[in-house]
């Protein structure tokens, strides 16, 4: 069993930065890929990031290539979401989850509680 726990989400300007972490305990990250979803009242989950366990391979999606960097440090068991030019349709509850390198968020049987993202205009 994954334990995920998330931190860094807050309530912060358009146009500005904001940096999400992924903590892992248990049986920490070994050989999981962690990805990013996110969720805004009355839509569904959608993805958003996702990185191999080794750190070699990212994929972004559309809305947020350029503007997110997803990176790991395996040594600390943490994933980080670095985000940048937040926009107001960023606002949502960002969740980590471990599983297989994938966009889909069926591929991830383990998740965090989710930490709340909210960008103001």
């Known amino acids: 069993q994954v334990q995920l726990v998330e931190s860094g989400g807050g309530l912060v300007q358009a146009g500005t930065s904001l940096r999400l972490s992924c903590a892992a305990s248990?049986?920490?990250?070994?050989?999981?890929?962690v990805g990013w979803f996110r969720q805004a009242p009355g839509k569904e989950r959608e993805f958003v990031a996702t990185?191999?366990?080794?750190?070699?391979?990212?994929y972004y999606a559309d809305s947020v290539k350029g503007r997110f960097t997803i990176s790991r440090d395996n040594a600390k068991n943490t994933v980080d979401l670095q985000m940048n030019s937040l926009k107001p349709e960023d606002t949502a509850v960002y969740y980590c989850?471990?599983?297989?390198?994938?966009?889909?968020?069926?591929?991830?049987?383990?998740w965090g509680q989710g930490t709340q993202v909210t960008v103001s205009s």
């Open positions: 989850a471990a599983g297989s390198y994938s966009g889909n968020p069926t591929n991830y049987p383990f």
């Open positions: 248990g049986r920490t990250f070994s050989g999981y890929a």
């Open positions: 990185i191999r366990y080794s750190g070699s391979t990212t």
